[in-house]
């Protein structure tokens, strides 16, 4: 039981090969002050990777400040990052610290870098480079050890290309990329989301469902997941407040999800929906079956040989199983 917890890794749920090779980098890089740049659709969980790098890297009891780069005026932002010395404009009445000094020896979280304006991203270049900063309206430097990790939605190389963004910085920033793959790239950590979210809500809102039914998984499996991650979170949460027993039907999942075609199930991944070892034994031999007879376009010996049992244990189980051959 806890399957979540026992793929993950600083509360990120993911057992695909693509997530664990990325839990493998940052095991790796978390220590260094390297610089990294992660990218990824909206809700693939950049945000999480960066806490884990923090959290798991020698500066953990010093801050990480996360600062969206969308969204706040230019020159707010500028002294929100560098801070600003009494006066430096007409509503400075006070020395304001910036949240590079407030990181000092933590990590700074710079998300939606890509809508960083030009101006600012000349002063980011030179505070990266120099380790230090200058607040507004101030004439003197203060040294600053901060680590810098950024996220983007938004596709910086592109932006470089066409002058939106300074290659220089791209550059300084970029000296590791780590790539979140979209949740539909890696369908396989999908029923563990599942199952980790309704854990989840299970304890926020007082909850008791027990499981996701076989049909309502199938689904959540084909769906192409636009919003990723936070999407699975929303809609199981959703699911979950409509449903009327302790398990979540298909009848409950957001209109979008039933459009979807229910085409096959991926072969790569297995549904638990009883705990019963035989008939479950049962379901994973015929997967393994079927999909051995489609390798071999139906030769019998050599599927046999890949599914390491002898021929006439395969036409047995072909019958039982009434696989078509
Ligand atoms: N692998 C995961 N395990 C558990 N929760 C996850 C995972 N990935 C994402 N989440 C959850 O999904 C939500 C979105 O994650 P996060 O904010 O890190 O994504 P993001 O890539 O930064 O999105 P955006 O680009 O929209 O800011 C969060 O609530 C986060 O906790
Ligand atoms: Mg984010």
Redesign the pocket.
Not at 11 to 14: D, K, L, Q, R
Not at 42 to 48: C, I, Y
């Given at each position: 039981m806890d399957a979540p917890r026992q793929y993950s890794f600083a509360?990120?749920?993911?057992r695909s090969h693509k997530?664990q090779a990325i839990f493998q980098t940052i095991r790796k890089i978390a220590d260094f002050k390297t610089s990294i740049l992660i990218t990824?659709e909206?809700?693939?969980?950049?945000?999480?990777i960066a806490k884990a790098i923090h959290y798991n890297s020698g500066r953990a009891n010093n801050p990480m400040i996360a600062v969206n780069c969308g969204g706040i005026p230019e020159t707010l932002l500028e002294s929100e990052l560098f801070g600003h010395v009494k006066g430096a404009f007409t509503d400075a009445y006070r020395v304001k610290k910036g949240l590079f000094e407030e990181a000092d020896g933590g990590t700074l979280f710079l998300?939606e870098m890509g809508e960083l304006p030009l101006s600012l991203q000349v002063k980011l270049l030179r505070a990266l480079q120099e380790d230090e900063i200058r607040p507004l309206g101030d004439s003197k430097t203060v040294k600053v050890d901060v680590r810098i990790i950024t996220?983007t939605?938004r596709n910086l190389g592109d932006m470089v290309n066409k002058g939106l963004f300074r290659e220089d910085l791209f550059y300084r920033i970029n000296v590791l990329t780590i790539e979140?793959p979209p949740l539909r790239d890696r369908r396989e950590?999908i029923p563990l989301?599942a199952e980790?979210f309704v854990q989840k809500y299970n304890q926020r809102l007082g909850l008791n469902i027990r499981e996701v039914h076989a049909d309502c998984l199938q689904r959540l499996m084909n769906y192409n997941w636009p919003g990723n991650?936070?999407e699975l979170?929303n809609v199981v949460e959703r699911s979950m407040v409509l449903a009327e027993k302790d398990i979540l039907t298909m009848e409950i999942l957001p209109p979008e999800l039933l459009r979807q075609s229910s085409g096959p199930v991926r072969d790569d991944v297995f549904f638990w929906d009883e705990f019963s070892i035989k008939s479950n034994s049962k379901k994973l031999e015929k997967q393994l079956i079927t999909k051995a007879m489609a390798e071999t376009k139906g030769n019998k010996t050599k599927a046999a040989s890949l599914l390491e049992i002898s021929l006439p244990a395969l036409l047995y189980k072909i019958k039982e199983y009434t696989i078509e051959g």
């Open positions: 509360n990120i749920i993911a997530m990824g909206s809700g693939t969980g950049k945000e999480l998300d996220a939605a979140m950590d989301l980790h991650v936070r979170e």
